[in-house]
């Protein structure tokens, strides 16, 4: 992505509501007798399994652009769409859900991420922020310094999200 004008420290660059929300961690469940692996091997079908009901919910043109998205799990073909959303997900700090969430305590929520179609797709090496906005449940990309026109705008790794 490239800046087409001058971009001033701080303005909002775009804001993109997520394809997907999930939980980025499922809460590991200890089980004698079972052996770890075979519990990851578990919990990892679990969560396929809730991203393909999430899939399924979707319009066509937007599950379509999920499943275009990178897999970071090529050579697991059984879970591609935990490799998109390992791959591509941003991080949603647990405090920005406070507004949404009756009762809000940073121990009742697991981490969620937010997996979106352009954000999901621009290059790595920060000059942006970036924070999740309940009210209008999307991401807004901000700039941290001038970007002149013609420059790359880029986001830091996408499991970090930018504390306010």
């Given at each position: 992505m490239f800046a087409t004008r001058d971009i001033a420290?701080?303005?909002?660059?775009?804001?993109?509501?997520?394809?997907?929300i999930a939980p980025?961690?499922?809460?590991?469940i200890t089980i004698l007798g079972v052996e770890r692996a075979e519990a990851e091997k578990d919990l990892l079908k679990h969560r396929e399994a809730l991203l393909?009901?999430?899939?399924?919910?979707?319009?066509?043109e937007d599950a379509t652009g999920f499943l275009a998205l990178a897999n970071s799990r090529t050579h697991?073909?059984?879970?591609?769409?935990?490799?998109?959303?390992e791959l591509n997900a941003r991080a949603i700090i647990a405090s920005e859900m406070r507004p949404a969430i009756a009762g809000f305590s940073v121990e009742s929520v697991f981490g969620l991420g937010g997996t979106c179609a352009v954000l999901s797709r621009?290059?790595?090496?920060?000059?942006?922020?970036?924070?999740?906005?309940?009210?209008?449940?999307?991401f807004a990309v901000r700039v941290v310094r001038d970007v002149p026109a013609g420059s790359q705008i880029t986001l830091s790794h996408p499991m970090h999200a930018a504390k306010r």
């Amino acid at each position: 992505m490239f800046a087409t004008r001058d971009i001033a420290a701080g303005e909002l660059v775009f804001a993109e509501r997520a394809l997907v929300i999930a939980p980025l961690l499922m809460p590991g469940i200890t089980i004698l007798g079972v052996e770890r692996a075979e519990a990851e091997k578990d919990l990892l079908k679990h969560r396929e399994a809730l991203l393909e009901r999430l899939l399924d919910r979707m319009q066509h043109e937007d599950a379509t652009g999920f499943l275009a998205l990178a897999n970071s799990r090529t050579h697991a073909t059984s879970r591609v769409l935990h490799g998109i959303l390992e791959l591509n997900a941003r991080a949603i700090i647990a405090s920005e859900m406070r507004p949404a969430i009756a009762g809000f305590s940073v121990e009742s929520v697991f981490g969620l991420g937010g997996t979106c179609a352009v954000l999901s797709r621009i290059n790595h090496s920060p000059n942006t922020i970036i924070s999740f906005d309940i009210s209008s449940f999307s991401f807004a990309v901000r700039v941290v310094r001038d970007v002149p026109a013609g420059s790359q705008i880029t986001l830091s790794h996408p499991m970090h999200a930018a504390k306010r």
